[in-house]
């Protein structure tokens, strides 16, 4: 019996140490890619202001300079204040940041079980 105990410690203390290494890589690979990610969101910023300039001087063909900024302002200025409210009523839809469903479900198997043990009394 005292070697089955030790055979289980030592195969538990196996799983976890190679858990660890496993949790280790994988922190790794995501620490890569997530500033692989970023760089790239910058890159894509640095787009996003060149397309604007981009569109400033076409626009510029047409109208003048004052007018194209103008217009290319009050173009990005509506999306920002579009995205805004969206993002507040997604915020204000997640909060509380309370998992109710998984309360809900333990809530639940604590009453099954409380119940179990009332009936096993009876």
């Known amino acids: ?12 203390r196996d799983e976890l140490a190679l858990a660890k290494l496993e ?9 890569i890619g ?15 202001g060149l397309l604007l300039a ?3 001087v076409l626009l510029d063909l047409v109208w003048p300079l004052w007018l ?20 507040k009523q997604k915020l204000k839809a997640a909060v509380p ?11 639940a198997d604590v009453q099954t079980v409380k119940n179990a043990v009332r009936e096993g009394r009876s």
């Not at 997530?34 to 996003?48: E, N, T």
């Open 54 to 56: 981009l569109a400033v």
């Open 97 to 107: 940041p309370v998992p109710s469903d998984a309360v809900a479900s333990a809530q």
């Open 68 to 87: 194209a900024l103008l217009v290319v302002l009050v173009v990005v200025l509506t999306a920002a204040g579009v995205a805004a409210l969206v993002g």
């Open 34 to 48: 997530g500033g692989l990610f970023g760089g790239a969101a910058v890159l894509g910023l640095y787009g996003l």
């Open 23 to 31: 949790l280790a890589e994988k922190g790794k690979r995501a620490g």
């Open 1 to 12: 019996m005292s070697q089955a105990a030790a055979q289980v410690s030592t195969l538990v």
